[in-house]
């Protein structure tokens, strides 16, 4: 049996994601290492929600500076240098020092806009690359929640032993070889225009996408603090945070099965039903959590749930964004829709980190549960309405 040879430029991106998605594992440890330091659960809300806010103006900025440059590589690649590197300053500050809690508060922030935008925009090439050069999309985002798992797997042993320091420098370390394949990638193909604007007018005439962007705004509100406060949850039933890595390893390792089957789904299910369908796995997740979860193993096992319900929103979101508008602004939109998203999840962190000092975690999740349900009848009532009116108006 002959083995077909993977494509010289498919073999960059995927090689790109792989040791991307490692250097990203091990963001998931900043709440850990900032509860071990004194932080409560309001205050890493609100330390993420100045982190959205700076990322509402930055985010957009990016993808606009793509559409302008006709580049993503030209601002990815410094992004990711200045966000590993600011990132990497973190353990250096003394949390016995006076100015502790300000410092944090000014560069965590900074380095969370670096961090998002760089993950919007490795995803946005991967999405482009693979579409331009006709590559299995959910195959090669696959193998980095592999390589995602992997790594947070290396962390329950990593990090017992040599503290959650550690991991803030490992981010920098396998940026290195990341930032080299994207500079060994090729940049999709880009419309270019003579004179190139912000040009929102045309996003605010795509209704569908202007529907995706309102259950955008609901659904991170609802997934951001679900997943940010997990080491919340664990103090908070008496588990060891030390095991924060099995959880997030098991998690990511759970989004490989939706994205293997990505292109199967996808021509048997419309994108928004996948959407759908996955937001609701993170709502089943929430009430599990609050209704079954009594011993670490079982709420290893409650991450199923979230690692499908991922797996199958990756595999359609960013396929789903980009059809919605015309090829010139699609770096635009991608941004406008990460924007949202920033907005949503700010919100969603300010309520939710509040809401558990206050009423404790079980009653916040089953919120977060009952607001992702909610989020999901308007989507699909929203695009149904939509349809009504489409074919009235073609009757």
Sequence with gaps: MKIKKLPKQHFYLLMFMAVYQVAYAYYAYQSVYLQDNGFSASQLGLLNTIAYVLGLVFTTLSGYLCDRLHSIKRVVIPVLIVGSLLYAEVPFISPSASSYITTIFILMPICSVFRTIGFRLTDNLLVRGCAVGGYNFGLTRGIGS????????????????????????CVGLFMIPTIYLIFKTNDPAVVVEKKQKLR??????????????????????????????????????????????????????????MLFLADKLRKRFQLP??????????AVECFVITRA???LPQLVMVMTLAGLGNGLLISASGTYVISLVPENIQATAASVYSVVGSVGGMLGELICGNFIDLYGTRFSYDLLGICMVIACALFVGMRFLYKKNQEKKNA
């Design 293 to 295: 979860v009594s011993t």
């Design 200 to 257: 929102l007018r045309e996003l605010l005439e795509a209704k569908e996408y202007l529907i995706l962007i309102v259950f955008v705004f609901f659904y991170f509100m609802c997934q951001t603090p679900e997943y940010d406060f997990l080491s919340v949850i664990m103090n908070d039933f008496g588990f060891n945070t030390d095991y924060f890595g099995l959880i997030v390893c098991y998690r990511a390792a759970m989004e490989f099965p």
């Design 146 to 169: 592999l390589t995602y798992a992997a790594a947070c797997l290396s962390c329950i042993f990593l990090v017992p032993k040599t503290g959650v320091k550690i991991t803030f420098w």
């Design 273 to 282: 039903n996948l959407l759908v369908a996955g937001s609701l796995f993170y």
